[in-house]
T-cell receptor, first 112, second 117 residues
Framework: KNQVEQSPQSLIILEGKNCTLQ??????????LRWYKQDTGRGPVSLTI?????NTKSNGRYTATLDADTKQSSLHITASQLSDSASYIC???????????FGTGTRLQVFP | GAVVSQHPSWVICKSGTSVKIECRSL??????MFWYRQFPKQSLMLMAT?????????EQGVEKDKFLINHASLTLSTLTVTSAHPEDSSFYIC?????????????FGPGTRLTVL
């Protein structure tokens, strides 16, 4: 069964600190993996996309990694800002379905 | 580019009434549009997939007579929640895919918060 699991479920950090969010998936055949940021009451916005052959992808202070062998991905946020407070969703695509497979998300709160 | 809008952004209605939510691709033609529902602290759940000019494909457990989807043009899809009840209160998000891109590249709208009293 295609599944995407994320941890932790929620995370609180202080402004300026770094954090890492985890994503494990059991999707096969794997096509690509995306990280989205979803602000409260808003739609998801894409941060990064990685295919099978890519190990790391950066977007400003966001750096995603992918280990296709262990089927794990992480999203590292550097020097967090208050505006980083949001839910971060890991989404995996498979070649044999049009549907996106969503993780349950990690809710990040950044406090001053 | 690839901006998707939704209208309204929030709506409150009485139980038993119908509510229409619009999803528009503002700067591109959308071959396929998706409708998702999101309950608090949960991830997005796909409700249906629609292609312009054809009937929507609904996910298992989603009542097609209750959630009417019309995809009349390459830039507009509508979701009508008929005879809404409090349990239909949720955050509804649409997404769209562009011509010449794969369907896993979806551009999401900002969502519509529906509250049924």
């Amino acid at each position: 069964k295609n599944q995407v699991e994320q941890s932790p479920q929620s995370l609180i950090i202080l402004e300026g600190k770094n954090c890492t969010l985890q994503c494990n998936y059991t999707v096969s055949p794997f096509s690509n993996l995306r990280w989205y940021k979803q602000d409260t009451g808003r739609g998801p916005v894409s941060l990064t996309i990685m295919t099978f052959s890519e190990n790391t992808k950066s977007n400003g202070r966001y750096t995603a990694t992918l280990d296709a062998d262990t089927k794990q991905s992480s999203l590292h946020i550097t020097a967090s800002q208050l505006s980083d407070s949001a839910s971060y969703i890991c989404v995996v695509s498979s070649y044999n379905t049009d549907k996106l497979i969503f993780g349950t998300g990690t809710r990040l709160q950044v406090f001053p | 580019g690839a901006v998707v809008s939704q209208h309204p952004s929030w709506v409150i209605c009485k139980s038993g009434t119908s509510v229409k939510i619009e999803c528009r691709s503002l700067d591109f033609q959308a071959t396929t549009m998706f409708w998702y529902r999101q309950f608090p602290k949960q991830s997005l759940m796909l409700m249906a997939t629609s292609n312009e000019g054809s009937k929507a494909t609904y996910e298992q457990g989603v009542e097609k007579d209750k959630f009417l989807i019309n995809h009349a043009s390459l830039t507009l899809s509508t979701l009508t929640v008929t005879s809404a009840h409090p349990e239909d209160s949720s955050f509804y998000i649409c997404s769209a895919t562009r011509l010449a891109e794969s369907t896993d590249t979806q551009y999401f709208g900002p969502g519509t918060r529906l509250t049924v009293l």
